[in-house]
């Protein structure tokens, strides 16, 4: 045992170092890449890309595009890549100018599940 865990626990850290390593072992996918970007005005996209941090259960991940009125626009059912399951992509219909929303949900191989949202424009 190192010199920095030994006085770590002598000084009632243990705790803190247990609690540390269980979070290091919960894990949470989350987005590392959107495509159309957040925030981004856009030619319309033919499909919509998220890539999560960790990999994803095909069966309870979902991502959808909703136009200003609400109204679903994917032209398909999102889906999960069979090749990189930390990627997940939707496809488009004609999207007309205006803004959007991408909803997903993520839920990870190891079950939990986080949940968001963003804005793009078409222009």
């Known amino acids: 045992m190192n010199t920095s865990l030994i006085s770590m626990v002598r000084h009632g850290g243990l705790g803190a170092l247990l609690l540390a390593t ?3 072992a919960v894990a949470h996918a989350h987005p590392t890449q959107q495509t159309p970007a957040p925030d981004a005005t856009v030619e319309a996209p033919h499909e ?3 890539d999560f941090t960790e990999d994803l259960e095909p069966a309870f991940s979902t991502l959808t ?4 009125a609400g109204k ?3 032209s398909a059912k999102s889906a999960v890549d069979a090749a990189n399951k930390k990627h ?3 496809a488009l219909g004609d999207l007309k100018t205006g803004p959007y929303q991408v909803k997903w949900t993520a839920v ?4 939990h599940r986080t949940q968001g949202h963003y804005l793009f424009n078409v222009k």
């Open 22 to 24: 269980t979070q290091l």
């Open 48 to 50: 919509v890309a998220i």
């Open 65 to 68: 595009v909703v136009n200003a």
């Open 72 to 74: 679903q626009v994917n």
């Open 88 to 90: 997940m992509s939707a």
């Open 108 to 111: 990870a191989d190891d079950g």
